[in-house]
C-alpha cells in the first residue's frame, strides 16, 4: 500500500462536534484508523495512548482516531479519550487511505494476544461490548499516518493484522526523526 505523499483541506467532523483541520499549522498529526467501536484490540491499544497523552501532545503531535462505526455508537464507546475520534462507518475515508479490510486481521496468530486481552477486559467491564453487529465488518486493518504541518505525510504503517499498528514509543519516535 502506498499512502498518498500530501494531505490538503481535510477537515473532518469528530463526535463531539469539533472540526480538526488536516493538516493542522500548529502540530503534527497522528491519523489512526482502527476497528469498530468496542473492539477488543482497539480499546487496549488506545489505553496506551490515554495513558501517555500528556506525552504525545509535549512532542506537538495531536491525536485523531477513525473508527469504521455510527457516530451515536461511537460516541459511547470514546466519551472518555482525550483525543478527536471521527465516525466513519462508510469506510470513505479508509478507502482515501487505502486503508483494508481481510480475514487475515483476525487470522493472524500475532493478533491472538491482544484479542484474548482485549476480551477478558470487555467480560471483566473494563471496556464496554460491542454492538453485536458491525455494520462495517469485524475484519478491518489497522493503519497510522503521521502527517506533517504542512500536509506531507512523513511516516505511515498498514497494519498486517489487526494489533499492528504503532505503539506510542514508535509514534515519538517516528515525530522525532521527523524533527529537523
Excluded at 500500500?1 to 469539533?18: D, K, S
Excluded at 462507518?89 to 487511505?97: G, Q, S
Excluded at 506531507?152 to 526523526?177: N, P, R
Aim: net charge negative; hydrophobic share 40%; proline share 8%.
Amino acid at each position: 500500500m502506498n499512502p498518498p505523499a500530501t494531505i490538503a483541506g481535510y477537515e473532518f467532523r469528530t463526535v463531539t462536534g469539533e472540526h480538526i483541520p488536516v493538516p493542522d499549522p500548529a502540530h503534527l498529526v497522528h491519523l489512526q484508523f482502527r476497528r469498530f467501536a468496542g473492539c477488543p484490540i482497539c480499546n487496549l491499544h488506545l489505553r496506551s495512548f490515554v495513558s501517555r497523552h500528556d506525552e504525545i501532545s509535549a512532542a506537538g503531535i495531536r491525536e485523531v482516531v477513525f473508527f469504521h462505526s455510527p457516530e451515536s455508537e461511537l460516541a459511547e464507546h470514546t466519551a472518555d479519550l482525550p483525543f478527536a475520534t471521527v465516525a466513519d462507518p462508510d469506510k470513505e475515508t479508509y478507502r482515501r487511505f487505502g486503508v483494508e479490510s481481510g480475514v487475515r486481521a483476525l487470522l493472524d496468530p500475532r493478533s491472538w494476544p491482544a484479542i484474548i486481552g482485549g476480551s477478558a477486559q470487555t467480560l471483566r467491564g473494563r471496556f464496554r461490548a460491542p454492538a453485536a453487529r458491525q455494520p462495517g465488518g469485524r475484519l478491518g486493518l489497522p493503519a497510522d499516518f503521521l502527517v506533517g504541518r504542512d500536509g506531507t505525510v512523513l511516516a505511515a504503517k498498514y497494519g498486517a493484522h489487526a494489533d499492528d499498528q504503532w505503539s506510542v514509543d514508535e509514534l515519538l519516535t517516528q515525530a522525532a526523526a521527523m524533527r529537523f
